[in-house]
């Protein structure tokens, strides 16, 4: 029997018009994590039988506001069941990374403005994630370089990971090509020039690599409040903004 939290691409835009619409317009509750999924062993054509579904997880920290951007989950859940074959899960799942059952998402979405602080379990919960194979895609919403969220949170991946953590990944690196092809690099978001941040357009994204694999992928740009809108808003935009993250997922689930 499916579980009923699993939805493949028919599935999720026939439900559409019902209890799709709560979840996409963010006003659902994230399922804190009880039990995990089976691990993903993964396919590696965008065309291939995915064998386990896509969960949407959200690190939970305690220093900051790790639940900014509710309707991220929502909006990149659509744009997986309309580029891909890949079942997803409808609802959002909230870990922590010192939790037992983070390594078993490929896949975990961080984000927030303030302080970034982790516990040496979470720390060591961090590196234990990446080495497995997992992906973290730390999201700074003051894209600013010289932000508290990103000062706090580059200091915290140099202990976790050595002072070379983090270099800005070069512009033919598999993620930007993993699905749809972005040959200039990482798309430009519509926040990174709001006269919030450092007013400045981040032309890379930097990341931890281990084992040929990326481990942590970190944007200054903004992504979380340019995803963050209501699912339906798709249709009016001549560009949607999330097929980037068709592509994160996408490396992340292959």
């Known amino acids: 029997m499916r579980d009923p939290l699993t939805l493949n691409r028919r599935d999720f835009l026939t439900s559409a018009t019902g209890g799709i619409a709560a979840l996409c ?7 804190v994590l009880a039990s995990a999924p089976a691990p993903f062993m993964g396919a590696v054509s965008r065309r291939a039988s995915f064998p386990y579904a896509f969960t949407f997880a ?20 659509d744009a997986v069941v309309q580029y891909t074959d890949i079942p997803v899960n409808q609802q959002e799942v909230v870990i922590t990374a010192d939790s037992a059952e983070l390594s078993a998402f490929p896949f975990v979405f961080m984000t927030g403005h303030k302080l970034v602080r982790f516990s040496e379990a979470e720390r060591k919960g961090l590196v234990r994630y990446v080495e497995n194979g997992g992906l973290l895609f730390s999201d700074d919403c003051n894209h600013d370089v010289n932000g508290l969220y990103a000062k706090t949170f580059e200091a915290e991946m140099v202990k976790a990971f050595g002072p070379k953590a983090m270099p800005k990944l070069a512009r033919n690196h598999p993620v930007y090509s993993s699905f749809f092809q972005f040959p200039d690099g990482p798309p430009r978001t519509s926040h990174e020039l709001n006269g919030w941040g450092d007013n400045v357009v981040h032309d890379y994204l930097r990341g931890v690599e281990q084992h040929g694999r990326l481990g942590v992928l970190y944007s200054n740009k903004d992504y979380g409040c340019e995803w963050d809108y209501d699912w339906k808003n798709k249709r009016f935009r001549r560009r949607d903004n999330t097929r980037f993250g068709v592509n994160i997922v996408v490396y992340a689930m292959t």
């Open 25 to 31: 317009a963010g006003v659902f509750t994230p399922r």
């Open 58 to 77: 959200r690190l939970r920290y305690s220093s900051g506001d790790w639940d900014y951007n509710p309707k991220v989950c929502a909006n990149l859940l």
